[in-house]
């Protein structure tokens, strides 16, 4: 943990020009504002710096826009790609007109998350590893105007559009068919020295990354893993990781995407995240039942399967997220959970050791924002805990094997970012225990997400021509 002496003394003597203050939004997008390092002492750090809050979506209107953003020391690293050298520094808000944290700030809720963990003496600690999946792709193209509304993806791995391609440079015949990506090998893997190169920036900027393979998806589907860690932490290292993989792939002429569904017809990309509880240094999730998991675990499942249906809102936080999650493409959408068992949506990973003891909630998709995210299922959890929730009898058998009357009368994953909203707004009082979220923050974040919803809706699709203009 560096503090802000710390700070001040790597920038002396790494000879370092510039600060880049970063903080993140509702949609879980980095904004950021570079300073000449004249500007930061360590005053700095308590007071921060004045900026206009209204410019950012769903915040704060105009006629009462001053924030300060203040830097934590503990987040600083150096910017790999910057010309100049540059020292990243990670941001909480403040209200200026309380000087407290500002309510809707996805960093500071998950701070009071991480506080009200240890009001309720429940656990001192909640760790967190969510597995970010992602596409490369050659190149893309896009249009929604009025006239035309079309995209265009294209991959040189991709065999079910490539393999007869006339362009030269995307016909080397090793391609990957469609669900035929996992695990391949190079030359059919052309991304291997890609991933290499993610892994390896990330660990030079302190995210503690120890894997990489291609994923099941054609067109160079990818993952990129990393050791748990604290809540906070651990979204801090999401957003760096993001970031880290889209300018990796920018420097390798290519462009990545961490939408859950670009594909038609192909596996979509989860965020897979693996969580526990600890006290005093002991994993509380460890025990004598089921799949050799506690109690505490139990009723930790079953509060995030009571309200998964909000967490959707948090989770899945995009329309094209529920393209994602569909019967037929690995996407867990029935609400059970099972060890070892991937089309469950929660899933115990078989461990050799009580520290490895976790579960795996395998709805979420990287279109998160990943501070209300794990903040949210952190509470989902907890609220489970509390009150004891049942999760009911795990369910051992391959469900995407189950027939329609079986599958019917189970209860499933929201199928639409307006279903999980309307959700959000019913199922909400378990987010506000200890002030963690609170209503005008979970008004502004539906009003918000129901632009999306609307604009998604009110624009005619490609395929409702080919369904309909002969009609």
Known sequence: MSSPKAVLKQI??????????????????WHHITMHVSQLDEASFEEGFNFDGSSVDGWCEINTSDMFFVPDAATAFVDPFMAEPTLVLVCDILDAATGKAYNRCPRGIAGRAEEHLKELGIADEAFFGPELEYFIFDSVKYSTAAHKVSYELDNQDAAHWNSDTDKDALSHGHLTSVKGGYFQLAPTDRTQDMRTEILKVMRAIGIDAHLHHSEVATASQNEVGSVAKTLKVKADETIASKYIVKNVADMYGKTATFMPKPLGGDNGSGMHVHQSLWKEGKNLFAGEQYANLSETALHYIGGIIK?????????NASTNSYKRLVPGFEAPTILTYAERN??????IPA??????????????????NPYLALSALLMAGLDGVENQIDPGKAMENNLYDL???????????CGSLDEALKALDEDRDFLKRGGVFDDDMIDAYIEL???????????????EVEMYYSV
């Open 12 to 29: 002396e003597e790494q000879a370092i020009e510039f600060v880049d203050f970063r903080f993140l939004d509702f949609r879980g997008k």
């Open 307 to 315: 309200h998964a249906k909000a967490l959707n809102a948090f989770t």
């Open 342 to 347: 991937r089309s469950a949506s929660i899933r």
């Open 351 to 368: 461990s050799g050791s009580e520290k490895a003891k976790r579960i795996e909630v395998r709805f979420p998709d990287a279109s998160a």
């Open 403 to 413: 027939s329609p009357l079986e599958e019917k009368e189970l209860s499933h994953v």
């Open 449 to 463: 997400k129901k632009e999306e919803v609307e604009r998604l809706n009110q624009t005619p699709h490609p395929v």
